[in-house]
Each structure stands twice: as structure tokens, then as C-alpha cells.
């Protein structure tokens, strides 16, 4: 059985790992060619380039050659490490010295469009269709005034684009048979923005609702709560209940990993820990959930919960160099760890005794929107408002007893992380 397991697991990751490695390093060797170019031109005094279109080596017409060297503009331009000039500009110029995007300049050219276009160096590239569906990048990196080459990049990538088919007359014999290509599905475009916060924060949370419930009416609930008003002291009740108490709230602490794009759409996983108490005060009391009056709590220590919390936020962005804006929905699951030092339960006896120490489980739905700044080359540091409810259920382990406390209110919070 455990080498049957072994080889299901190992035939599994050499099946996966080849899809995966291409899903997560694709955008990556585009990268690695602007990197490398821009590490080649950090000789260049002005510091300014011009990117033509590359081509195949073979004449084909495609629009592979298009798409690679925009792709590979984009990056340079993001790195900030060279001034790129306009697409529009360049195509101007070069229609004007009668050149074509063939991936090829001689030295007489290079040093026209140096002048013209007012850069210091070129960027020129080929592309060569390998194995089915792959395709060789060539980039080269040449100063105009003397033609010479100052780094070169080579990648080989999977082919995203769909290649035309050229059509041959009638008559003609063709050289080789039209082949169709069947178009690739595009994966979506756009900017990327993947982060790992560590966060904190301050609540202005209150207690909802504090609530001892019975679904087995004539069963005493009330009198072992540890709170007994002076005007009633003894009762069987379906339900009795507290509500809109202040909180003593302990600062958030937690971490979360999330992205955004491509798109409007993101998300992101959140791990957090707070602690809430109930404050001393006088508050409206419902038996049954009719008012009765009110009863004081003389002490903050009556009910103190601390929550082990894992949430999942659906967000939506607006994609921004620097700073962008965000808001969302979220959902969570809690564990929480529940003390009443004054109210018997049946958790460490069979008779009924103090404290109550109980583990609760609870749901979150809360309401982020925030606002996130980048901070190139370290990671970005964002501010988030936060309107949560948080319900906790427990039972002190009493049979036909479902007891509740429901938390609400804004969460402020801050914090900082790298991104990748």
C-alpha cells in the first residue's frame, strides 16, 4: 500500500510540475530579458533607448515580433532603469529612413535613428519558432554611434499568439501547405500586484448581544448567570439577554498573502488573533426578549473572549502606479476560547460550578476598504476601515442550552509587507 502511494505521488508531481513551472515562470523570462537589459545599459550616459520591433528570422509575416517587443518595453519602462521612447514616435522615424521591422540594422542606420530619435542605444531582437508551439527571443542591445552590440538576452518561451496563415494564388504551387494554427486562449492582461502583510489595529467593537438560551422551556436558567437583580431572584425562562455593551478590545494582530489583477478583481487570506471583554456598566436586560429593565455589572471581568480568527476577502481595486484604493466582502470562520468567572456550568462538574470555560465556534462577515501605497523596491504599506460582525456559539455544556454572543463594530487597521 505504501509504495502503491509513493509512485501515485510521484507520477502525480511530474504530470503537474511541468504545467505549473510554465504558469508561474512564463511572465518571469520576459523579465529576465528587460533585467538584463538593463543591466547592460547602465553604461550608457543618457540613459535613453529606442525598442524596435523584432521579427522572425525567417521572413514570416506574425505578429509575434509586435507583441514580444511590446511586452519586453513594458518591462524596462516598469524597472525605471531606462527612458524608453514612444511607440509612435519611433515608427514615425523609421518610416521616414525607409526601414523595415526585420530585426536587422546596419551600423549607417543605427546611427541615423540615434540622431533622429535622440538615444543613445537601440534595442533590437529575432524570433525563431522551435519545437511546436515554442519560440526563440534573440534581444541585443546596440549604441547607435559605433553599432556595437552591448549585451545580448535569449529566451525561449511558449508561443501565446496566433500566427497568420499567409493564402497562396491560384496556380501556384505552394512551398509548403497552409497549416491552420488553432487561436490560444489568452490568459487575462493586465497589472499584478501580490503582497504578504503583517497587520494591527484598534476595534471600536461593542457587544450586540449576550445571550442565555433554552430550546427546553421549564429548565432554570437564570439564577446560576451570576448576575441577579434585587427585585427577582429565581425563574425558569426560554431565554434571558443582555444587549449594546461596551468592549474592552484587545489591538488585532495577524498576518495575511493576497494579489491583485489582472483585472479589477483580488483577494486575500487573513490569520488573526484579538481578545474582547465585557466592561462594567449598567445594561437594558431581556427575559424572553421582552425588556425588563436593567442590571449592573460591576466589574469588567464578566465575559472575556478571545478569537483565533481565518478569513478569505473577495476585493475589488483600482489599478494605480503608486497608490490605489480598494474595498471588498469577507467571510471567516473563528475559534474561540470564552470565560464567564461568575456563571456555572456543567464543563468541570456534574452538579454545576464556576468559572465557565468554554470553546466556542463563530462566523465573520465583515466589509473592508482601504488604501494601499507602493514602496518600489520594499513592498507597500496600506490603511483599512473594516465594519465586522462576529457571532460565537456555545452551550456550557448543558443539554437543550444554545448561548450566544454577538460582536460588531469598525476595525482601524495598519500595516506593511513585501510584495512579489
Not at 510540475?17 to 538593463?38: F, G, H, Q, T
Not at 509575434?64 to 521612447?85: A, D, F, N, P, Y
Not at 493564402?167 to 486562449?185: D, L
Request: net charge positive; glycine share 10%; with cysteine.
Amino acid at each position: 500500500m505504501k509504495k502503491y502511494l509513493i509512485f501515485t505521488i510521484l507520477l502525480t508531481t511530474c504530470l503537474i510540475a511541468p504545467s505549473l513551472n510554465r504558469c508561474l515562470y512564463a511572465a518571469d523570462l520576459y523579465d529576465k530579458m528587460a533585467v538584463e537589459i538593463c543591466e547592460g545599459g547602465a553604461e550608457l550616459t543618457k540613459k535613453k533607448v529606442a525598442i524596435l520591433p523584432f521579427a522572425y528570422v525567417d521572413g514570416r509575416k506574425s505578429p509575434g515580433g509586435t507583441i514580444v517587443s511590446e511586452r519586453l518595453t513594458t518591462r524596462i519602462i516598469k524597472l525605471k532603469k531606462l527612458q524608453v521612447v514612444e511607440r509612435s514616435l519611433l515608427e514615425k522615424v523609421m518610416e521616414e529612413l525607409k526601414l523595415q521591422a526585420t530585426g536587422a540594422i546596419d551600423s549607417s542606420s543605427a546611427k541615423e535613428l540615434g540622431k533622429l530619435l535622440g538615444v543613445e542605444a537601440i534595442v533590437v531582437g529575432s524570433l525563431m519558432a522551435t519545437r511546436e508551439g515554442q519560440v526563440e527571443i534573440n534581444a541585443r542591445l546596440i549604441r547607435t554611434e559605433t553599432a556595437e552590440a552591448i549585451v545580448a538576452s535569449n529566451v525561449t518561451i511558449e508561443r501565446d499568439w496566433a500566427e497568420e496563415v499567409e493564402e497562396v494564388p491560384p496556380g501556384v504551387p505552394p512551398v509548403a501547405p497552409p497549416r491552420y494554427v488553432a487561436p490560444v486562449r489568452r490568459a487575462p492582461t493586465g497589472p499584478r500586484f501580490n503582497f504578504f502583510d503583517v497587520l494591527v489595529g484598534v476595534n471600536s467593537n461593542k457587544i450586540t448581544e449576550l445571550k442565555f438560551k433554552n430550546t427546553y422551556y421549564g429548565v432554570k436558567l437564570y439564577t446560576d448567570l451570576g448576575i441577579i437583580p434585587d427585585y427577582y431572584t429565581s425563574g425558569t425562562y426560554n431565554s434571558i439577554s443582555w444587549k449594546n455593551m461596551a468592549t474592552g478590545s484587545s489591538t488585532p494582530l495577524g498576518f495575511r498573502i493576497g494579489g491583485f489583477g489582472p483585472g479589477p478583481l483580488g483577494g486575500a487570506f487573513e490569520f488573526s488573533y484579538e481578545s474582547n471583554n465585557m466592561k462594567r456598566g449598567t445594561y437594558s436586560l431581556f427575559i424572553n426578549d421582552i425588556k425588563w429593565g436593567t442590571v449592573n455589572f460591576p466589574s469588567d471581568d464578566y465575559l472575556t473572549v478571545k478569537s483565533l480568527i481565518l478569513s478569505g476577502d473577495l476585493l475589488i481595486w483600482v489599478p494605480a502606479e503608486k497608490v490605489f484604493p480598494y474595498f471588498g466582502t469577507g467571510f471567516g470562520f473563528s475559534l474561540n476560547f470564552i470565560s464567564l468567572p461568575t456563571v456555572k456550568s456543567y464543563i468541570t462538574s456534574t452538579s454545576g460550578s464556576i468559572p465557565t470555560d468554554d470553546v466556542g465556534l463563530g462566523l465573520i462577515l465583515r466589509f473592508p476598504f482601504g488604501l494601499r501605497v507602493k514602496i518600489p523596491d520594499l513592498g507597500s504599506m496600506f490603511a483599512e476601515a473594516r465594519y465586522q460582525m462576529h457571532w460565537i456559539f456555545f452551550d456550557r455544556n448543558r443539554k437543550y442550552e444554545s448561548d450566544s454572543i454577538t460582536l460588531s463594530g469598525f476595525r482601524f487597521l495598519f500595516g506593511a509587507g513585501f510584495s512579489f
